[in-house]
């Protein structure tokens, strides 16, 4: 093997496009790079959502690896496709702000704008450039190519806000649901530790005031809401046994406010 190719997009479980995008780096390679599938079912169009699984996901895999994502709604528009090295790998994404969000906490960042029609596919069509440009530039560079090859060197982008302490408070949102129902949110452990002991917090989303910061479901009893650090040490909000979103009729982008309780 000659290196690793990981993709992460929205097209959906099932889908041909994530075949033809294999199919491309199989045939480029000739079956020399290994493809992972991180994930195909981001949320639709949702590139803070594809930043976070991909920044906290990218550092599970081996130096070197190429981190390809296609969230991309602005596909066949003016806008650029980038290629970065950070954190002793290599991203190549749309320039739509999701690298903004995955350098979060990186240094040493160097990108490139991909340009150079020698390393697309023959026919780029105007409405899937992951087959047709991310999948064969990854190749690419997943072979050994230099950064440099895929095209000019640019600034990189600026880095994605987090959340912070304000005025006693932090205010987040909800980027992803998971298919068992927990609404993950953009709010790291080290911002919420900021605002006090976890203990004299509580998480308020829509119309709900949850107090119960755990360490897992079985903590409470079933049936009632929670709040927990997930896998990704994010802030999550669950339900024992339930699924949150439709307990709470909160999802994606729902408004998320932590505070002191009222002593």
Do not use: W
């Not at 690793?4 to 994530?18: E, I, Q, W």
């Not at 081996?62 to 290629?83: F, K, M, N, Q, Y």
């Not at 709010?187 to 005031?209: H, K, N, Q, S, W």
Request: negative net charge; charged residues 20%.
């Amino acid at each position: 093997m000659d290196g690793v190719v990981s993709l992460l997009t929205d097209f959906g479980p099932g889908s041909v496009y994530v075949g033809q995008m294999h199919a491309v780096i199989l045939r480029k390679s000739g079956g020399r790079v290994r493809v992972i599938d991180l994930s195909h079912q981001c949320p639709f169009a949702n590139t803070e959502a594809a930043a976070y699984k991909l920044r906290r996901s990218f550092r599970h895999f081996p130096d070197g690896t190429v981190h390809v994502v296609v969230v991309d709604p602005g596909v066949g528009s003016e806008r650029d496709i980038l290629a970065a090295e950070a954190g002793g790998h290599t991203f190549v994404v749309p320039d739509n702000g999701v690298l903004g969000g995955i350098l979060v906490g990186l240094d040493d960042v160097r990108v490139h704008r991909v340009t150079n029609r020698l390393l697309m596919n023959d026919f780029v069509s105007s409405t899937f450039h992951g087959r047709d440009v991310f999948a064969p530039v990854a190749t690419h560079l997943a072979m050994g190519g230099k950064l440099e090859d895929v095209g000019p060197e640019v600034p990189p982008p600026p880095v994605a806000p987090m959340p912070r302490v304000e005025y006693g408070k932090i205010e987040g949102k909800v980027l992803v649901v998971d298919r068992f129902g927990n609404m993950i949110t953009n709010i790291p452990r080290e911002v919420m530790l900021e605002l006090g002991d976890p203990g004299t917090l509580r998480v308020r989303i829509g119309a709900a005031f949850i107090d119960r910061l755990v360490q897992t479901f079985s903590d409470v009893d079933p049936g009632i809401a929670l709040t927990y650090f997930g896998s990704g040490d994010h802030l999550e909000i669950a339900v024992n046994g339930g699924r949150a979103h439709e307990l709470l009729g909160m999802g994606i982008g729902s408004k998320v406010v932590v505070e002191r309780r009222p002593a």
